[in-house]
C-alpha cells in the first residue's frame, strides 16, 4: 500500500479495474483532496470543479457544517447500518425534510427510502405505478435517462445504455419530450395516441420525466408544458413521476425543478444531493393515497444509510433562509448571460444555450467540439463533463455554493478552452 501512495500515475487502473470505467478517462488524475468547489491531485495541481459530482455535490466537497454533524455522529457511536428500522438520525431527517421542504411548499407525501441509488427510486417509482393502477406499460420520454437498472433502462432513451441490458426492454412507450418535433405539438401528438383504440398505445400506469434532461442534452421543458403533461395525466387517472434525481434539491434554482410549473405530482423521484455531502441517499415521494405497499414489499439492505440522514438533515439548513435560493437565481443568471455571450462571440461553435439555473450548456452540432472544449478544460484546470447522444453538449455543473470569483475563474478557462479548440480546428480544417 505504501507504494501505491506514493504513485502519481494511472496503472493500477488500468491494470485492475474494469474496463467500465468511465469518468478516469475523461478526468486522467489521481485525485487526494476536495474542499468546496476546488479539488487537487497527487502532483498537487488545483481544478476547479464544475462537475460537481454529475450533480451529487450540490453544497461542494467536504461542507464544513456537514463534516462537523458527521464526524460527531460517528465518534459517539451512532447508528450506521439499520435497515429500515427506527434510529434517531432517520426521524431527525424525516422532521426536518417536512418542516423545510415539504408543509413551506403545501406538499403532503410519505417518504419512501428505496435504497441508496437514483435508478433505486426510479425503479420504486415504476413498480408502486404499476400496484396502484393495475397497469403495466409507463411513457417516457425522448432522450430522458432514469438510471441503468433494467425497469430504470427501459424508460431510459440512450440506445447505447439501452443496449447494455442485454435482454429486451418492455412494457415502456417512449414519445416526444418538449421541443423534440419541430411543430411543436408533441402532447396533441401524445394525447391522439391516448383517444385512439387503434393506436396501439395502452393507457399506462405512468409517465416518467425530467423536467431538464441532464445525460440527454440539457433539453429542457417548458412549465406550460409540464403542466399540461399533469392535466394529461388527470384526465386520464395515469401517475405523474417526475425524476429530480438531478435536477433537483436546488440545481436548477428551486428545491423541486418543478416548482414553477405549479404541478403536484403522484411521485417524486429524489438521489444525488439529496444526501448533501455525497453520500449515498435516494427518497421516493408519494402521495399519501398512492402509498399502497405491504410491509417489505420493496426492500434492501441499504435502504437506510445513516450517515447520509445526519448530512442531509444538516443541509437543509440551507433551504431555511430564502437568501439562498435568490443567490443560485442571481449566479444562474450569469452563467447564462457568460454562455450566451460565448454563443455571440464564436460563431464556430454553431452553439445553443441549453437548460436552467445551475445546469446549463452549449449545445454544438460540430462533431466532437464539445468534447476538445471539455477535455482541453481539463487540462488548464476545470473539470466539466458532456452529454448528449453524441457528447454535443458540454455542461456547466458548479456547486450551487460557488461564489463569483470561482464563477469567474472558471469563466475564463472556458473561454480559453474554446479559443484554443477553435484554433486548432481552423488548422485542421485548413
Known amino acids: 500500500m505504501e507504494g501505491f501512495r506514493n504513485m502519481t500515475d494511472l496503472t493500477i487502473f488500468d491494470e485492475m479495474e474494469s474496463s467500465v470505467r468511465s469518468y478516469v478517462r475523461s478526468f486522467p488524475a489521481v485525485f487526494t483532496k476536495a474542499s468546496g468547489y476546488k479539488l487537487w491531485d497527487t502532483e498537487g495541481k488545483e481544478y476547479l470543479d464544475f462537475f460537481a459530482g454529475a450533480g451529487a455535490l450540490n453544497y461542494g466537497h467536504n461542507e464544513p457544517r456537514m463534516k462537523k454533524k458527521l464526524i460527531d455522529y460517528i465518534q459517539n457511536d451512532g447508528i450506521t447500518h439499520s435497515l429500515d428500522k427506527a434510529t434517531e438520525a432517520k426521524a431527525d431527517f424525516l422532521k426536518r425534510f417536512n418542516d423545510v421542504i415539504l408543509k413551506p411548499r403545501d406538499m403532503e407525501y410519505k417518504v419512501m427510502f428505496p435504497g441508496p441509488t437514483g435508478t433505486n427510486t426510479v425503479e420504486s417509482a415504476l413498480k408502486i405505478a404499476r400496484k396502484v393502477t393495475g397497469r403495466t406499460d409507463v411513457i417516457s420520454f425522448t432522450r430522458g435517462f432514469h438510471g441503468m437498472t433494467i425497469g430504470s433502462l427501459a424508460v431510459s432513451g440512450n440506445s447505447a445504455k439501452r443496449k447494455g441490458a442485454g435482454v429486451p426492454l418492455t412494457n415502456s412507450v417512449t414519445m416526444p419530450f418538449d421541443n ?127 450517515h447520509a440522514f445526519v448530512t442531509a438533515t444538516e443541509s437543509l439548513t440551507y433551504w431555511e433562509d430564502s437568501a439562498f435560493e435568490e443567490s443560485i437565481k442571481e449566479k444562474s443568471g450569469k452563467i447564462t448571460a457568460f454562455l450566451n455571450s460565448l454563443v455571440r462571440r464564436f460563431p464556430d461553435l454553431q452553439g445553443e444555450v441549453r437548460g436552467r439555473g445551475f445546469m446549463q450548456g452549449i449545445a454544438s452540432p460540430v462533431e466532437g467540439l464539445s468534447s476538445k472544449i471539455a477535455e482541453e478544460a481539463f487540462n488548464r484546470g476545470l473539470i466539466m463533463e458532456t452529454s448528449g447522444g453524441n457528447d454535443e453538449v458540454f455542461k456547466l455543473f458548479p456547486p450551487l455554493i460557488i461564489d463569483d470569483q470561482g464563477l469567474e475563474e472558471g469563466f475564463g478557462i472556458i473561454e480559453e478552452s474554446i479559443k484554443s479548440v477553435l484554433a486548432n480546428h481552423k488548422q485542421v480544417a485548413d
Not at 441532464?214 to 406550460?224: D, L, P, V, W
Not at 433537483?248 to 455531502?277: H, M, N, W
Open 180 to 306: 423534440f418535433m419541430d411543430e411543436n405539438e408533441s402532447l396533441d401528438y401524445l394525447e391522439r395516441f391516448l383517444e385512439d383504440n387503434g393506436s396501439g398505445v395502452a393507457i399506462p400506469a405512468a409517465m416518467i420525466l425530467e423536467t431538464v434532461q441532464g445525460e440527454g442534452g440539457i433539453n429542457t421543458a417548458r412549465f406550460e408544458w409540464i403542466k399540461r403533461i399533469e392535466e394529461i395525466c388527470e384526465n386520464w387517472g395515469i401517475l405523474l413521476i417526475i425524476d429530480d434525481v438531478q435536477a433537483g434539491v436546488g440545481r436548477t434554482g428551486t428545491f423541486f425543478s418543478f416548482e414553477k410549473a405549479g404541478i403536484k405530482p403522484d411521485i417524486i423521484c429524489l438521489s444525488k444531493s439529496i444526501g448533501g455531502y455525497g453520500l449515498p441517499l435516494a427518497l421516493t415521494l408519494i402521495k399519501p393515497e398512492h402509498d399502497q405497499w405491504s410491509p417489505g414489499e420493496h426492500n434492501g439492505t441499504f435502504r437506510g444509510n445513516n
